[in-house]
C-alpha cells in the first residue's frame, strides 16, 4: 500500500502541474491553424454522411470541436477563395477575379501586396508564420508567399495539374495544350525552386512533417500554421500506405490519407501540450469538381447539395468546415449558423487581440462568441459570386438566384427576373422555387442585392494578364 | 476527511454492485426494441449529414453504438417493408405484393397467419412482446397484432394518412376519393378500437410514454418492443413543445420530436440499468416520400443517394439504421457492411439463442458479428423488388438495374437490357454508368439475378383483395 500522505502529495502535484499547464497555455496568445483541403465537396466526408469514404479523425474533430453545415467560402473556385479567405475580403474587392477564373503558370500578376493576409496581421503581434501546400494567389518570385507575411513556405505555387502530368483541362484538347505549354511543376522552399515534378504520391506524407516540425519549431512562441494541401484536387495521388484501401476507390484512398494528415496534426498538438491553446480549421476551398460525364471515380460529392465546383448553387460555396480548439471552441456541438471562409481573419484577430484594419472594408466578422457557443448567429447575407459577377445571394434562410450557370458549361448564363427564390434551410437541395409564394422576399432581397452592388468600388481584375 | 477503511469498504462495495449488476444483465436474455421510423430518408438525420434537422439524441446513440452506411429494406413502400423485417423474408415470398402498393384500410387481407415474425420466433422463449404504433399488415381483427405474436397493441393500424383528413394520394383526385372513402381513422388499444381521428400532434408523446411503460413493467423479464412511429409519413404533426422549432420546418420538427423520443428510450433503459442487455436498431421503413412538385416542405432528402420511396433506386431503399447496445454492439462505430432489415430476425433469434425456422427460406443472415466488430462484412446480394418484379440486384459494390422507374409517376417501368451499371461503393448517387468497361461484372449480376429468380416459388399476391 502506497502510505496516504504520500498519495495526498501526489494528487497535490498533479493538481499544481494541470493548474501550471492549464495557466502556461491560456496565458499565451493562442496559435492558429488552418487546413485547407482542395475540392473536397459536402458530403464527402464521414461526418458529413459520405457512405464509404472513412475520416474517423475528422469526425473525432468534430466530436471535440464544432461542426458547421451552413459555412461559405467567397468564391467558387481556387484561386479567388483562397484570396478571400487570407484577406477577408470578397474577390471583387481584392482583384482576385476575371475571364480566367484561376491563376496560370503564365499569369503575370498575384494578390496585391496592399492587402492583408492573416499572415501579415499576425506577425505583427510576433507569430510565427508558415505556409505548406497549394498558395495560388501568384507565382512570379514578388507574388510568392514570403511576401505576404509568412516566415517559411514550402509546397506547389499552384495546382497540382499545372504541371507536364496529370493536367485536367475542361476539354481535352485544352488538357493537352497545357501539359505542353506548363513549365515542370515546381516544388518550392520558400523563394527557391527545390524540385520539379515532385513525385505526389508522397506530398501529404511531405506537408505533414513539414507541418509537425514547424509546430515543434514554434512550440514556446505563438504561430500560425496555413496547410493548404493540394487534394482532392485531380490529378488524384495517395501514398502506397493508403492506396487501394478505400472503397471509394482512388478519390477515397486520397481523402483518407488527408484524413490521417489531419490526425497527425491534432496528435501533435495534444503531444506538446499546445491543444488547449490553439484553434485548428479545416475546410475546402471550394465544392467538388465534378468532371461530368469524364471521369465518373475523380469527382467528388456534394452530399444533398445541389451543383459543385464553378456554380454559384451551394455545391459550389457551400463547403464542409470543422473548428476545433479545446476551451476556445464548444466541444460536440453542431452549428447552422451562416458563417464563412472570411469570418477566419477577424475571429482569429479577435483572440490575438489585434485591431483589424479600417482603412478597407472587410467582408467577414468575428465568430468567437459562435465558436464558444455563446450564440448561434452568423452573418446576416452571404453573397455569390462568379468572378465580378454577383449571381445570388442568402439572406436569413431565403436564397435568390438573379442569374445560373451550370458549372464548368459552354453555355452562357442565364438571369432571372424575379430571381428564382429557395428556401435553404427548408430545401438545401435547391429543388423547389418558391418565388411565387413569397413576393415579399424577393423584394427584400432584391434591395440587399442592389445595395451590395452599389457599395462595391471596381477593382481591376487581375487574373487575365499574361506573361509575355 | 473519511478514514481510510471506510473508502476502501465503499469502494470494494461499489465494486461488488457493478460486478453483480453486469452479471444479472449479461446472464439474462437480451432485451430487443426496433423503432421503426415512416418515410424517413436515408439524409435526414444529422449524423447522416442533414444540414438544418437536429437530431442530438440519434447521433449520441449513434456514437455509443454502430451506425450503418449500406442498410437496406426489403421493399420500396410501407406494407411490403414491414412485413420483410418482421418476417425476416422477402415479400415475394410471403404474398404482401400485387397491384396496389400497400394494405389500405378496405382490403381484405393481412399477413399470413403461417408467417412466424419475431414476436411470435422470441414469444417461444417467453419473451414480453408489444406493439407501439403503426402495424400496416392488416386491419381486420385476425389480422391485427394480437395474432402475431404480439402480447400488447397500441396505434394505428395504418398510415396515418388514410383517415378522413389529411390524405395524401398520388394524385388531388385520388386523395378526395380516399378521404370520402375511409373510415375514421382508428386507435387500437389491443383488439379494440379505443379513439379516432386522435389528435395526431399528441401521438409521439403519447407513443413515447407507452414505450416506457412497457419497459418499465417488463423489466425483470427478456422483451420486445416493436415502436413503429408514424412519422415523419405525412400528414406531419408535432406536439406543441416542438412545433416551430425547427429551422426545416414542419418535417424538421416532427423529426426533431422523434429524436427526442428515442432519447427518452435509451435514458429509460439507462436509467432501469437494462442498457448492458438490450439490443436498440433504430431505421426507416424506406426512403423520403418526395411529393414532387406537389409540396416542397413535407418531403424528406435522400441526401446524397438518388430518387426516394417507392424506386428501386439507392433512395428507395438505402435507409439510415443506427444499431445500440453497449456490450453487444462495438461503440462509436461506423459500418460499411452491407446489411438488410430482413437480418434483425435472425439476429435476434441468434442472441437470444433460439433456432432459426428450417422449413422456409429466409432472406436475412445473422449480422452479430458486424454488430460486436468481428467482422465488416454482410451480405453478399441485395434484392431490389417493386411488387412481384426484381428490378436490381447487388453484389459486392456493384448494381445492375434490369428494370427502372421514376418513384410514383405514371410512366411504365423501363426494361434494360444489358442492365444498367454503378458501383454503389465508388458512386452512391447512382451518376455514372459504367457497364461498357465491365462486361463481366454485368454477366456476374446476370446469373446471380437469374439464380434468384429461378429459386423463388411464386405466391399469391395480398394486396389487392377488397372487402365487399
Given at each position: 500500500m502506497i502510505p496516504r500522505f504520500k498519495l495526498l502529495l501526489l494528487f497535490f502535484l498533479l493538481f499544481l502541474s494541470a493548474l501550471y499547464e492549464s495557466r502556461a497555455q491560456s496565458n499565451r496568445q493562442p496559435n492558429f491553424i488552418v487546413i485547407l483541403a482542395d475540392d473536397l465537396g459536402y458530403g464527402d466526408l464521414g461526418c458529413y454522411g459520405h457512405p464509404t469514404i472513412r475520416t474517423p479523425f475528422l469526425d473525432q474533430m468534430a466530436t471535440e470541436g464544432k461542426r458547421f453545415t451552413q459555412f461559405y467560402v467567397g468564391a467558387n473556385v481556387c484561386t479567388p477563395s483562397r484570396a478571400a479567405l487570407l484577406t477577408g475580403r470578397l474577390p471583387i474587392r481584392n482583384g482576385i477575379f476575371g475571364k480566367r477564373v484561376v491563376f496560370f503558370p503564365n499569369s503575370a500578376n498575384g494578390l496585391p501586396h496592399s492587402e492583408i493576409t492573416i499572415a501579415k496581421a499576425l506577425k505583427t503581434k510576433g507569430y510565427a508564420t508558415g505556409l505548406v501546400g497549394k498558395w495560388h494567389l501568384g507565382s512570379k518570385k514578388e507574388y510568392l508567399p514570403l511576401s505576404y507575411g509568412f516566415d517559411s513556405y514550402f509546397g506547389l505555387p499552384y495546382s497540382n495539374d499545372m504541371g507536364k502530368v496529370g493536367s485536367f483541362g475542361p476539354t481535352a484538347s485544352d488538357q493537352a495544350a497545357r501539359v505542353n505549354t506548363n513549365p515542370p511543376l515546381p516544388l518550392y522552399r520558400n523563394n527557391e525552386v527545390v524540385e520539379t515534378e515532385p513525385d505526389q504520391r508522397q506530398l501529404t506524407k511531405r506537408y505533414t512533417d513539414e507541418v509537425l516540425k514547424f509546430i515543434t519549431a514554434n512550440r514556446s512562441k505563438p504561430f500560425f500554421m496555413y496547410y493548404a494541401s493540394p487534394?482532392?484536387?485531380?490529378p488524384l495521388y495517395a501514398s502506397e500506405q493508403f492506396s487501394g484501401k478505400s472503397k471509394r476507390g482512388l478519390y477515397g484512398d486520397v481523402v483518407e490519407e488527408l484524413d490521417w494528415s489531419v490526425g497527425q496534426i491534432l496528435k501533435k498538438l495534444k503531444e506538446l501540450k499546445l491543444d488547449k491553446n490553439t484553434v485548428v480549421v479545416f475546410l475546402s476551398d471550394n465544392g467538388p469538381w465534378l468532371m461530368k460525364n469524364r471521369l465518373e471515380e475523380v469527382g467528388g460529392s456534394a452530399g444533398p447539395l445541389y451543383e459543385a465546383k464553378g456554380s454559384t448553387y451551394e455545391g459550389g460555396m457551400r463547403v464542409p468546415a470543422i473548428f476545433w480548439g479545446p476551451g476556445l471552441v464548444k466541444a460536440n456541438t453542431v452549428s447552422t449558423a451562416v458563417a464563412t471562409s472570411m469570418d477566419i481573419l477577424p475571429t482569429f484577430l479577435n483572440l490575438a487581440k489585434i485591431p483589424l484594419p479600417t482603412d478597407r472594408p472587410l467582408d467577414g466578422q468575428d465568430i468567437t462568441d459562435v465558436l464558444n457557443g455563446r450564440k448561434d448567429k452568423g452573418a446576416e447575407v452571404v453573397y455569390y459570386y462568379d468572378a465580378d459577377r454577383l449571381y445570388a445571394i442568402r439572406k436569413g434562410p431565403w436564397k435568390a438566384h438573379f442569374t445560373t450557370h451550370p458549372s464548368y458549361s459552354p453555355e452562357a448564363p442565364v438571369p432571372h427576373d424575379p430571381p428564382l427564390l429557395y428556401n435553404l434551410e427548408v430545401d438545401p437541395g435547391e429543388r423547389y422555387e418558391v418565388g411565387k409564394k413569397h413576393p415579399d422576399v424577393i423584394e427584400d432581397l432584391r434591395k440587399a442585392f442592389e445595395k451590395h452592388r452599389a457599395g462595391v468600388v471596381a477593382v481591376e481584375p487581375l487574373l487575365d494578364a499574361i506573361v509575355e
Amino acid at each position: 500500500m502506497i502510505p496516504r500522505f504520500k498519495l495526498l502529495l501526489l494528487f497535490f502535484l498533479l493538481f499544481l502541474s494541470a493548474l501550471y499547464e492549464s495557466r502556461a497555455q491560456s496565458n499565451r496568445q493562442p496559435n492558429f491553424i488552418v487546413i485547407l483541403a482542395d475540392d473536397l465537396g459536402y458530403g464527402d466526408l464521414g461526418c458529413y454522411g459520405h457512405p464509404t469514404i472513412r475520416t474517423p479523425f475528422l469526425d473525432q474533430m468534430a466530436t471535440e470541436g464544432k461542426r458547421f453545415t451552413q459555412f461559405y467560402v467567397g468564391a467558387n473556385v481556387c484561386t479567388p477563395s483562397r484570396a478571400a479567405l487570407l484577406t477577408g475580403r470578397l474577390p471583387i474587392r481584392n482583384g482576385i477575379f476575371g475571364k480566367r477564373v484561376v491563376f496560370f503558370p503564365n499569369s503575370a500578376n498575384g494578390l496585391p501586396h496592399s492587402e492583408i493576409t492573416i499572415a501579415k496581421a499576425l506577425k505583427t503581434k510576433g507569430y510565427a508564420t508558415g505556409l505548406v501546400g497549394k498558395w495560388h494567389l501568384g507565382s512570379k518570385k514578388e507574388y510568392l508567399p514570403l511576401s505576404y507575411g509568412f516566415d517559411s513556405y514550402f509546397g506547389l505555387p499552384y495546382s497540382n495539374d499545372m504541371g507536364k502530368v496529370g493536367s485536367f483541362g475542361p476539354t481535352a484538347s485544352d488538357q493537352a495544350a497545357r501539359v505542353n505549354t506548363n513549365p515542370p511543376l515546381p516544388l518550392y522552399r520558400n523563394n527557391e525552386v527545390v524540385e520539379t515534378e515532385p513525385d505526389q504520391r508522397q506530398l501529404t506524407k511531405r506537408y505533414t512533417d513539414e507541418v509537425l516540425k514547424f509546430i515543434t519549431a514554434n512550440r514556446s512562441k505563438p504561430f500560425f500554421m496555413y496547410y493548404a494541401s493540394p487534394f482532392p484536387h485531380v490529378p488524384l495521388y495517395a501514398s502506397e500506405q493508403f492506396s487501394g484501401k478505400s472503397k471509394r476507390g482512388l478519390y477515397g484512398d486520397v481523402v483518407e490519407e488527408l484524413d490521417w494528415s489531419v490526425g497527425q496534426i491534432l496528435k501533435k498538438l495534444k503531444e506538446l501540450k499546445l491543444d488547449k491553446n490553439t484553434v485548428v480549421v479545416f475546410l475546402s476551398d471550394n465544392g467538388p469538381w465534378l468532371m461530368k460525364n469524364r471521369l465518373e471515380e475523380v469527382g467528388g460529392s456534394a452530399g444533398p447539395l445541389y451543383e459543385a465546383k464553378g456554380s454559384t448553387y451551394e455545391g459550389g460555396m457551400r463547403v464542409p468546415a470543422i473548428f476545433w480548439g479545446p476551451g476556445l471552441v464548444k466541444a460536440n456541438t453542431v452549428s447552422t449558423a451562416v458563417a464563412t471562409s472570411m469570418d477566419i481573419l477577424p475571429t482569429f484577430l479577435n483572440l490575438a487581440k489585434i485591431p483589424l484594419p479600417t482603412d478597407r472594408p472587410l467582408d467577414g466578422q468575428d465568430i468567437t462568441d459562435v465558436l464558444n457557443g455563446r450564440k448561434d448567429k452568423g452573418a446576416e447575407v452571404v453573397y455569390y459570386y462568379d468572378a465580378d459577377r454577383l449571381y445570388a445571394i442568402r439572406k436569413g434562410p431565403w436564397k435568390a438566384h438573379f442569374t445560373t450557370h451550370p458549372s464548368y458549361s459552354p453555355e452562357a448564363p442565364v438571369p432571372h427576373d424575379p430571381p428564382l427564390l429557395y428556401n435553404l434551410e427548408v430545401d438545401p437541395g435547391e429543388r423547389y422555387e418558391v418565388g411565387k409564394k413569397h413576393p415579399d422576399v424577393i423584394e427584400d432581397l432584391r434591395k440587399a442585392f442592389e445595395k451590395h452592388r452599389a457599395g462595391v468600388v471596381a477593382v481591376e481584375p487581375l487574373l487575365d494578364a499574361i506573361v509575355e
